[in-house]
């Protein structure tokens, strides 16, 4: 089979974290009941008005000055004319002509490399309403309708499904970390289609194929590689390839054709007569300039550089920004770095999952665990106030009883026991009240060691460090 170059661009579309739609005043809210947050404005009655969404503005210009567009100084709004029995009005009120951000790039990284993508252009639009097909019947729920969504095309760059994939998910990290959309693919506030044609090398774009109904990141990855596949055969056997929209199905993980794919003029845009254009001044790109936070790839970097995280940690801190800023505040606090990352992996990361809370709920008022405590505990546990298995214990109560780590310590009697003089008593003591394990001990047989190590623990009621408590074994039996 001939060797064919892949062009793939990305449609991807992200519900704005606003408390209200794009042009009523009805909630913007994920699973209510049915068809609750509706009313005229967004149901499309005739001879009602919108009213722009100042904060889905704001949110919308964040995401293209994060991603290095050019920001329009007069953006318009455009019908877009076209029937769906999801969009009740028969007409999309979009950005066309003159939308909130052109250009731009961004860094993302797939495999060992840092790959860039650049952005045809970033638009704000109102959504439609969703679909439900159950019992033979079709079904429509509004309330998604009229909801703040932004779409972020890119140019057709990507040359693999595994680059595509890599892209959304560190997409998908960057918009959480900037507090515009909580990516979550399975509610669909982050959604995804794609466009995938080949060519001979040399010969530029080939026919475009729109693949829709991607929910997940992976199946992005899927879709496109199914993709290529057929579009290659149907090339090499003669074939052309059809410009359609194509439906993945993930139960049998092929597409399936949907319909042709629609051009520009076909929607008939015109400028929407009831919204003026929006032309921000000064103050307006000031105050976007200051909600810019620290990108995850570069706060990774810098975390890898700066405190010498491994990779995978760094990863790891900076899937969600509660957790990275929760993790820098505690190093900020005198916490070591290193320690700090392995409690917050596995410790915390358990007792979190254990109790219900989330990572992106760290710092946050309702979890017990602030940066403060978890400084505390581990503080104490570096200076040997306490050892792990004790710690382990103090941090579940500081779930359990939303208390500080030093007053359930010291409640329950966990410090260390005494110093090494009193523990060197302790032992010295367990180990004339089992002279036969001392003679084990001394004849190379390791295994009384663990024997006396939990008599010692049982008389300290589990404060001794067991560290500690080998080294004087070692000693005391040389």
């Given at each position: 089979m001939a060797e064919y170059e892949t062009f793939i661009g990305l449609e991807i579309h992200i519900q704005l974290l606003t408390e209200t739609k794009i042009f009523c005043g009805c909630k913007s809210k994920f699973g209510d009941e049915p068809n609750s947050n509706v009313c005229p404005v967004c149901l499309g009655y005739p001879g009602v008005l919108p009213a722009l969404n100042e904060e889905a503005v704001r949110l919308s210009y964040i995401v293209c000055r994060a991603m290095n567009c050019r920001l329009s100084e007069n953006a318009m709004f455009e019908r877009k004319n076209y029937f769906y029995p999801d969009l009740t009005?028969?007409?999309?009120?979009?950005?066309?002509?003159?939308?909130?951000?052109?250009?731009?790039?961004?860094?993302?990284?797939?495999?060992?490399?840092?790959?860039?993508?650049?952005?045809?252009?970033?638009?704000?639009?109102?959504?439609?309403?969703?679909?439900?097909?159950?019992?033979?019947?079709?079904?429509?729920?509004?309330?998604?309708?009229?909801?703040?969504?932004?779409?972020?095309?890119?140019?057709?760059?990507?040359?693999?499904?595994?680059?595509?994939?890599?892209?959304?998910?560190?997409?998908?990290?960057?918009?959480?970390?900037?507090?515009?959309?909580?990516?979550?693919?399975?509610?669909?506030?982050?959604?995804?289609?794609?466009?995938?044609?080949?060519?001979?090398?040399?010969?530029?774009?080939?026919?475009?194929?729109?693949?829709?109904?991607?929910?997940?990141?992976?199946?992005?990855?899927?879709?496109?590689?199914?993709?290529?596949?057929?579009?290659?055969?149907?090339?090499?056997?003669?074939?052309?390839?059809?410009?359609?929209?194509?439906?993945?199905?993930?139960?049998?993980?092929?597409?399936?054709?949907?319909?042709?794919?629609?051009?520009?003029?076909?929607?008939?845009?015109?400028?929407?007569?009831?919204?003026?254009?929006?032309?921000?001044?000064k103050n307006f790109f000031a105050m976007i300039e200051n909600s810019l936070v620290e990108l995850p790839l570069t706060r990774r970097q810098r975390l890898v550089e700066c405190l010498k995280l491994t990779p995978d940690q760094a990863d790891y801190i900076c899937e969600e920004k509660a957790l990275a800023d929760f993790f820098e505040k505690t190093v900020g606090l005198g916490a070591d770095p290193q320690l700090s990352v392995k409690w917050l992996m596995g410790n915390a990361a358990k007792e979190l999952n254990r109790t219900g809370f989330q990572k992106a709920d760290l710092g946050s008022e309702g979890c017990p665990l602030s940066a403060e405590r978890l400084t505390e505990l581990l503080m104490m546990l570096a200076d040997n106030k306490i050892h792990g298995k004790i710690a382990a214990k103090t941090l579940t109560a500081v779930f359990d009883e939303n208390k500080n780590p030093a007053a359930i310590i010291k409640e329950n009697g966990w410090e260390n026991a005494a110093d090494d003089g009193d523990l060197k008593v302790i032992v010295q003591k367990i180990l004339d009240e089992n002279p036969k394990a001392v003679e084990q001990i001394k004849g190379g047989d390791e295994k009384p060691r663990g024997f006396i190590v939990g008599k010692v623990m049982a008389a300290t009621k589990g404060t001794a460090n067991p560290q500690s408590v080998q080294s004087l074994i070692m000693k005391l039996t040389s």
């Amino acid at each position: 089979m001939a060797e064919y170059e892949t062009f793939i661009g990305l449609e991807i579309h992200i519900q704005l974290l606003t408390e209200t739609k794009i042009f009523c005043g009805c909630k913007s809210k994920f699973g209510d009941e049915p068809n609750s947050n509706v009313c005229p404005v967004c149901l499309g009655y005739p001879g009602v008005l919108p009213a722009l969404n100042e904060e889905a503005v704001r949110l919308s210009y964040i995401v293209c000055r994060a991603m290095n567009c050019r920001l329009s100084e007069n953006a318009m709004f455009e019908r877009k004319n076209y029937f769906y029995p999801d969009l009740t009005k028969n007409y999309q009120i979009t950005q066309f002509s003159n939308p909130f951000g052109r250009g731009g790039a961004f860094e993302y990284e797939s495999g060992d490399e840092i790959k860039k993508i650049n952005f045809h252009e970033i638009h704000l639009e109102e959504d439609a309403g969703k679909m439900i097909h159950q019992g033979g019947k079709s079904l429509c729920d509004y309330n998604r309708a009229g909801t703040c969504l932004l779409e972020i095309v890119t140019e057709p760059e990507f040359k693999t499904g595994q680059e595509a994939e890599d892209f959304l998910q560190a997409f998908r990290r960057t918009v959480r970390h900037l507090g515009v959309c909580d990516g979550n693919m399975e509610e669909g506030s982050l959604r995804c289609d794609a466009n995938i044609s080949i060519n001979t090398p040399g010969m530029g774009l080939g026919r475009k194929v729109e693949v829709k109904n991607l929910n997940s990141s992976r199946f992005v990855k899927k879709a496109l590689g199914y993709e290529r596949k057929r579009q290659e055969k149907v090339i090499s056997s003669g074939g052309i390839i059809v410009q359609e929209t194509r439906l993945w199905d993930e139960d049998r993980s092929v597409t399936r054709s949907m319909r042709s794919k629609e051009q520009a003029h076909d929607y008939r845009y015109f400028p929407e007569p009831d919204l003026p254009p929006f032309r921000p001044d000064k103050n307006f790109f000031a105050m976007i300039e200051n909600s810019l936070v620290e990108l995850p790839l570069t706060r990774r970097q810098r975390l890898v550089e700066c405190l010498k995280l491994t990779p995978d940690q760094a990863d790891y801190i900076c899937e969600e920004k509660a957790l990275a800023d929760f993790f820098e505040k505690t190093v900020g606090l005198g916490a070591d770095p290193q320690l700090s990352v392995k409690w917050l992996m596995g410790n915390a990361a358990k007792e979190l999952n254990r109790t219900g809370f989330q990572k992106a709920d760290l710092g946050s008022e309702g979890c017990p665990l602030s940066a403060e405590r978890l400084t505390e505990l581990l503080m104490m546990l570096a200076d040997n106030k306490i050892h792990g298995k004790i710690a382990a214990k103090t941090l579940t109560a500081v779930f359990d009883e939303n208390k500080n780590p030093a007053a359930i310590i010291k409640e329950n009697g966990w410090e260390n026991a005494a110093d090494d003089g009193d523990l060197k008593v302790i032992v010295q003591k367990i180990l004339d009240e089992n002279p036969k394990a001392v003679e084990q001990i001394k004849g190379g047989d390791e295994k009384p060691r663990g024997f006396i190590v939990g008599k010692v623990m049982a008389a300290t009621k589990g404060t001794a460090n067991p560290q500690s408590v080998q080294s004087l074994i070692m000693k005391l039996t040389s």
